[in-house]
Nanobody, 128 residues
């Protein structure tokens, strides 16, 4: 069993930055691909970014966040991060961390329901 706890959300003005963290329990963190999703009010939950488990550092991003968001992981700390820069009001959402050992990150966009573990979410609000 893996438990995921997100932190780092908050309120920021457009153009600002936030760094989200997701701390995972368990000894096998390095064997999980990790990623972030978000859900805005009245919208479906959507993929944001993911990073592979095998130490290769392979990443995948939603097109609209490329160049602004960076996902990274520290396996020694069992933590995955999402650095968000140049935030826009449309980035406002609840951000969720996810973990999975099987599904390649290229498929996370369309098969999120298959992911093993989810956190409770952290709110990000970007004002104009």
């Amino acid at each position: 069993q893996v438990q995921l706890v997100e932190s780092g959300g908050g309120m920021v003005r457009a153009g600002g930055s936030l760094r989200l963290s997701c701390a995972a329990s368990g000894r096998t963190f390095s064997t999980y691909a990790m990623g972030w999703f978000r859900q805005a009010p009245g919208k479906e939950r959507e993929f944001v970014a993911a990073i592979s488990w095998n130490g290769s550092g392979v990443t995948n991003y939603k097109n609209s966040v490329k160049g602004r968001f960076t996902i990274s992981r520290d396996d020694a700390k069992n933590t995955v991060y999402l650095q968000m820069n140049v935030l826009k009001p449309e980035d406002t959402a609840i951000y969720y961390c996810a973990a999975d050992r099987s599904l390649v990150i290229g498929l996370w966009v369309t098969r999120q329901r298959e992911l093993e573990y989810w956190g409770q979410g952290t709110q990000v609000t970007v004002s104009s």
